[in-house]
C-alpha cells in the first residue's frame, strides 16, 4: 500500500516551535561541524540532535530537532544541502514521518509509592529497567509531548535524572528518509 501526500512549501507547514531536519551524509570528520554553523549562522538552536552509522558505514543519518524563527528554516535546508559531503537534507513532520524519542529516567520510590508509580509507567507505555528498595529506572517512547507529560506526571517522584535520545525519524511509506 503506497501513502500519496501532496508535497507544500515548508513555510505552509510551519507554525513556529521545533522542526525536525533528517540529514544524510558522507561519514566524514567535520560534517557535524559544518552542519552546526549554518544554524548557528541564521540563529537556530539545536534541541536534539541524533547521529547513527546508516546501512553502510559511508554514510551517517543525522536527526536534528530544531528551534527558532520558521521564515529562515527553507533557506537553512538549502544551504545544508549545498554543503560538501551532504547527500540531502529535509524536514520531516508528523504528517508524512514517524517520528519517536526513548527517555531513561531514574527517580526515588519507596514501597509505599511503587504501585503508583508503575501505573504511570504503564499508562505511558513504559517498561521498568532496574529496582531497587528505594529507586526505579524506567523507559519510555514516543513524540516528545508524550515524553515531557510522563516526565510531569512522574515528577510526584524524586526523579534523580533523566536521559533523552532525542528524536528520531523514518519517512512514511516508500519515501527516502
Known sequence: MTITTTETPVADRLSGGTHTLSVYVNNQPGVLMRICQVFARRGFNIDSLV??????RKFSRMTIGI?????GLEQIVKQVNKL??????????????V???MLLIKFLVGQK????????????GGKTLDLTPT???AMLQGDSRKIDSAITMLSQFEIIETVRTGKVVMARGEQAT
Open 51 to 56: 547521529v547513527s552509522q546508516g546501512r553502510s
Open 113 to 124: 509509592e511503587r504501585t503508583e508509580a508503575l501505573h504511570v509507567i504503564d499508562h505511558f
Open 67 to 71: 528551534s527558532g524563527d520558521p521564515e
Open 84 to 97: 560538501i559531503d551532504v547527500i540531502h537534507c529535509q524536514e520531516h513532520t508528523a504528517a508524512d514521518a
Open 99 to 101: 517520528v519517536k524519542e
Open 135 to 137: 529507586s526505579m529506572i
